[in-house]
């Protein structure tokens, strides 16, 4: 099968055949029908996060189940499914009190560079990548890495659900619990900013106010169910904010992984409140918080996958879908073939997309 593996930092992927073994006892193959391009892989590629290479990237997908290792019970061939990289064991310390997100248990969610799931003519170790490697034809991932979907669900829309939508819905309904009539602004409205302010909307935010340099996410964002809109290039950002909302917000999402963003995130909010941190800062890298603002009891706190407990939430999502309130089309910018997926990192860099996603049936 084919997979596009990145052999080396800010070098472009190359398409390669590679090949997965039989599912062992808890295993599931899966044929890859959808991979969307996520700012995550991108961080990856150029090298602002390590990884051992080569690897095959991606993330967010979705497929049909092919086949299914001996012990596997929750999913047979033929069954629409959506991958999660919050794969869990269900039995560790933070798994048993409702942390799936932060499963310890590394012979599930195995560490970078353990698996041996996929291979090639080469005698170098291909790596899979957050225990799924998305951008290949098929997948081989643990039976806790996927949660079923109904058959009626589009699969170019579920794979969104995989990883943008359910790390920025997650942000705002499962890590901050934002509730009706607080004020929210969520800095970054690309795939996973939309989906925070789509899950605002859907929690009953009062205010939400999107925040972007782009002005064509700026207007998305007000479908979505921004209120208002900011645009860094005509002014403080901060001053923007406090203005808007006379003295700052309830909550405030990062979501883009940048030092000067995440601080603004803090310095925005009103008394009491709380920033979470959804985007990926590059590893290394430091911020600085005014000490005296945590005398009004503000908070700031990270947000992983949206503290997802997925085979709970992406079901949720998908009826979100269905009943008009989760705007998924929206997301969706453009669709490529896998031999295109260099020139969709391009756009993403470029900051053109929402969302591009590779279709393999195409
Ligand atoms: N202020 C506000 N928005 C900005 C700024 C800025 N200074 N600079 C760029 N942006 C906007 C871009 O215009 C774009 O709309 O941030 C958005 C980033 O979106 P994407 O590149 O699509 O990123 P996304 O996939 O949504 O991921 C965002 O979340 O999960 C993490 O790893 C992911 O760190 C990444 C973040
Ligand atoms: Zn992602
Ligand atoms: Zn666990």
Redesign the pocket.
């Known amino acids: 099968m084919k997979a596009a593996v990145l052999h080396e930092v800010n070098q472009p992927l190359v398409i390669e055949d590679v090949s997965v073994p039989n599912p062992g006892p808890r295993e599931v193959l899966i044929r890859t029908r959808v991979a969307g391009l ?3 892989d991108l ?1 990856f590629m150029e090298g602002l996060y390590p990884h051992p290479l080569p690897a095959v990237l991606g993330h967010e997908s979705a497929g049909v189940v092919e086949k299914v290792g001996s012990d596997v019970t929750y999913v047979k061939p033929g069954d629409h499914v959506v991958t999660c990289l919050s794969v869990f064991c269900g039995t560790c310390d933070n798994c048993t009190t409702g942390r799936t997100v932060l499963c310890t248990d590394t012979t599930v969610k195995m560490l970078p560079g353990a698996s041996n799931r996929l291979s090639w003519a080469r005698s170098e170790k291909l790596n899979q990548f957050l225990n799924l490697s998305s951008f290949a034809e098929q997948m081989l991932v643990h039976e806790n890495a996927i949660v079923k979907i109904r058959n009626d669900m589009p699969l170019e829309l579920a794979a969104l659900i995989g990883c ?1 939508v359910i ?1 920025g819905y997650g942000a705002v309904v499962n890590t901050a619990k934002v509730t009706a009539g607080e004020t929210v602004a969520v ?7 939309m989906a925070a302010i789509n899950g605002a909307a859907i929690a009953g935010a009062g205010r939400i106010i999107a ?4 002005p064509a ?1 700026l207007q998305l964002a007000t479908k979505l169910g921004a209120t208002d809109i900011v645009d ?1 290039r005509n002014g403080d950002v901060v001053q923007q904010v406090r203005e808007l909302t006379k003295g700052g917000v309830n909550h405030s999402f990062e ?3 940048r030092k ?2 995440a601080e603004q995130s803090f310095a925005m909010l009103a008394a009491g409140g709380t920033a979470t941190i ?3 800062i590059p590893f290394g890298q430091k911020i600085e918080l005014h000490g005296f603002d945590f005398l009004r009891e503000r908070r700031i706190q990270g947000s992983s996958m949206g503290s997802n407990h997925f085979r709970v939430d992406m079901p949720r999502l998908v009826e979100f879908y269905m009943r008009g309130k989760l705007h998924l089309e929206d997301w969706i910018s453009a669709k490529l073939k896998l031999s295109e997926i260099n020139e969709g990192f391009a756009n ?1 860099k470029a ?1 053109k997309t ?1 969302r591009s996603v590779i279709m393999f049936d195409a």
Do not use: A, F
């Open positions: 996520c700012h995550s961080h943008g790390t800095i970054g409205c690309g795939g996973v900013g925040i972007d340099t782009n996410k860094p979501v883009l992984g000067e963003t959804v985007g990926m993403m900051g929402v």
